[in-house]
């Protein structure tokens, strides 16, 4: 699939890379419905290279809409310019987004390389590498790419589309989305969801991030007026169809996504720096906590490098918080959060962190009272060194002192993330497994092996053909 010989027969394709992103607003939209949308209509002069991909990029930005991502289209056209091929991406973008009101400073982009492999020059992957981790300045990246030969159009949406470029390169983890789209007369409304049968159904072992058993909470379906019925989540491609009978909304048409998602690739390990909006991974040793209003827990940390660090575990993150209530002093933990702009400790910021790990548990050693030689009941203080007193038989012992004993640490060296309902988009939670069950094919595909109109296409989506 990825490699130049796949070209389709005949002199009049044209290999292309196209990325779209800030298509979404507040009041609706998203950017990867109008990339389906642009899917159908070349659908009879389209090849694909690879799978839609659906790219989350920096989670920290902050004016992003909702989780930040772009979507890319590499593959084959036929009886299309370069500049045609942009002009019809462009007119379908302004047709999709007019009449809709825009945050300042928003506006929908479009970056078009001239090639399948862009992860292949060395500058854009950079880029992309930077993207997904870090704060990135607009002016710079838009130069860069014209200079790298892409063509841009729109708004601030460029950047983002230009980032995504060179995501998901053949060695690069990966993870699928089955999206099911609503009619747009449904937009705005109330979802229909069925909850229930999720429970009692088959939920393949490949899924992950749908369902949060431990809210009841269906996580795949979004809140908001965007057009997305339900997005499924997994490392498979025919176990996400099971899920197509809890909607008792019929979709309008779904599509597939090859996905960055729940990787873990924004983290930085290799230059971790205390820079606001920057995803890192860094070791610390725990110095205090103190629980602030709300019940969120805020860590002091060293870090043999950064010095006195901050990190912030908030109480919607569950688990994680709970993990953060038992640390002591002493225990060691691997953080990976995003930087936030928060007045901290020397370098002045805070880490939210989004996924914890622990390293090593301190032994905790607790002072008890003695208990009375005569009845064996615990003894009392009877105030700072004057000793102790039984409270049953009155025995006093002037002299006796507090035993230290072994405490029992109700932790394990493990991974805790939030709950699935509080997951961000690029944290890998624990229990996904080591990678996809579903290979990507080399070869092309056609569009309607990835978009279907209101159901899965039997042809990619085998219903439970994997479900365990």
Not at 36 to 54: F, I, N, S, V
Not at 103 to 132: F, N, Q, S
Not at 279 to 303: A, F, M, V
Not at 304 to 313: E, F, S
Request: charge should be positive; aromatic fraction near 8%.
């Amino acid at each position: 699939m990825f490699f130049p010989q796949n070209k389709p027969p005949g002199e009049d394709w044209i290999p292309f890379t196209l990325a779209l992103d800030d298509i979404d607003s507040p009041g609706g939209g998203c950017t990867t419905h109008l990339t389906g949308l642009l899917l159908y209509e070349l659908r009879d002069k389209l090849l694909l290279a690879d799978y839609p991909l659906l790219v989350r990029l920096a989670p920290g930005v902050p004016w992003k809409t909702r989780g930040n991502a772009a979507t890319v289209i590499r593959g084959w056209i036929q009886g299309f310019g370069y500049e045609e091929l942009l002009e019809r991406a462009r007119l379908l973008a302004v047709e999709y987004s007019s009449g809709r009101i825009n945050e300042p400073g928003k506006g929908p982009g479009i970056a078009l390389y001239k090639g399948t492999a862009p992860w292949r020059d060395r500058v854009l992957r950079r880029l992309y590498l930077r993207g997904v981790s870090e704060l990135v300045y607009g002016e710079y990246i838009i130069e860069t790419a014209i200079s790298r030969g892409a063509i841009l159009w729109g708004g601030r949406g460029r950047v983002g589309a230009v980032l995504a470029l060179a995501s998901l390169s053949p060695e690069d983890p990966y993870t699928y989305e089955l999206i099911a789209y609503r009619y747009p007369e449904n937009w705005g409304r109330p979802r229909c969801v069925d909850h229930d049968p999720v429970k009692e159904a088959c939920i393949p072992s490949c899924a992950s991030n749908n369902y949060d058993l431990s809210t009841g909470k269906l996580a795949a379906a979004p809140s908001g007026p965007d057009p997305i019925l339900a997005g499924f989540r997994g490392v498979c491609i025919g176990g996400l169809g099971c899920y197509a009978s809890i909607l008792c909304e019929e979709p309008h048409f779904w599509v597939l996504y090859r996905s960055n998602q729940h990787t873990d690739v924004h983290y930085d390990v290799l230059t971790p720096r205390l820079t606001p909006y920057k995803n890192i991974k860094i070791t610390i040793t725990i110095l205090d906590k103190e629980k602030l209003p709300g019940s969120h827990i805020l860590l002091q940390g060293l870090h043999p490098d950064l010095g006195k660090i901050l990190v912030a575990v908030y109480r919607e993150t569950g688990p994680m918080r709970r993990l953060a209530e038992n640390l002591v002093r002493g225990d060691v933990i691997e953080v990976m959060g995003t930087v936030r702009p928060y007045p901290g400790l020397d370098e002045g910021y805070t880490l939210a962190a989004e996924k914890l790990r622990i390293i090593k548990l301190e032994e905790e050693t607790l002072r008890v009272a003695p208990r009375c030689p005569r009845c064996g009941k615990r003894m009392k203080s009877m105030g700072r060194g004057q000793g102790y007193r039984c409270p049953r038989c009155g025995y006093r012992d002037p002299e006796a002192h507090p035993i230290l004993v072994r405490g029992i640490r109700r932790l394990a060296p493990s991974v805790i993330t939030p709950t699935p309902s509080n997951l961000r988009h690029l944290v890998k939670p624990p229990w996904l497994g080591s990678g996809p069950v579903t290979p990507i094919p080399h070869r092309l595909l056609r569009v309607d092996e990835v978009l279907s109109i209101k159901v899965p296409s039997p042809a990619t989506l085998e219903l439970c053909s994997d479900c365990m």
